[in-house]
């Protein structure tokens, strides 16, 4: 994880050179993305390559960041689920995203009619940050460990050991992973699949 958060030396306010390739290579909504940065630099926040897109932020802490995808760009609020929401443009990319919220975009004429209402957004999530607000997270122990997972670690001690030993943050991504089918055989492939790495002590993507 250290590697994806490398940091890159930045300007408040000002396009990090090393940054560019980003916008300067996108295939698609290449004119959307670089509206929403000048936006976003207007703002102030220090511009950064962060999991291999560009991310904002203020006195070291992540405030937005910029992704793309097939059907759309956005516009991503850390702690979303702490703003206002006035407008009411904010999204919940899934049920199980806890604090970030996005604002999606596919024309650039949207963003630029929204241009002062992101503005706004992003100095309240600043705000945000100053306060030291927090998002109130759902603790591991409340997410429901699909039945399939659940019948293995009762009857397998040792994984049921292993995965007791895991950090709260790869037994969620786990759970997340083997309940998101809706087929029970699909989900107990997941499961089989996985065990190996529960048993290694090892997390969903490492």
């Given at each position: 994880m250290a590697k994806r958060n490398k940091k890159i030396h930045q300007t408040s306010g000002r396009m990090n050179p090393g940054v560019d390739f980003y916008f300067t290579k996108a295939k698609q909504?290449?004119?959307?993305i670089g509206k929403l940065r000048t936006i976003v630099?207007?703002?102030g926040l220090m511009e950064e390559l962060k999991w291999g897109v560009p991310c904002y932020t203020y006195q070291e802490s992540n405030i937005v960041l910029i992704h793309v995808f097939k059907g759309y760009c956005a516009l991503l609020f850390f702690k979303g689920a702490l703003l206002k929401d006035t407008?009411?443009?904010?999204i919940q990319q899934t049920k199980n995203v806890q604090a970030a919220r996005q604002v999606r975009f596919v024309t650039v004429r949207e963003i630029v009619e929204m241009k002062t209402t992101l503005k706004e957004y992003?100095?309240?999530a600043i705000e945000v940050e100053k306060a030291g607000l927090k998002v109130n997270l759902k603790k591991t122990a409340e997410y429901i460990i699909p039945e399939e997972f659940q019948s293995r670690l009762n009857v397998d001690p040792e994984v049921r050991t292993a995965f007791k030993s895991l950090t709260p943050g790869r037994q969620r991504a786990y759970i997340l992973y083997f309940s998101a089918p809706k087929q029970s055989k699909t989900r107990e492939s997941r499961i089989e699949k996985s065990l190996r790495k529960i048993l290694n002590g090892k997390g969903l993507d490492d």
């Open positions: 909504w290449q004119e959307e630099l207007n703002c407008d009411g443009i904010l992003i100095h309240e």
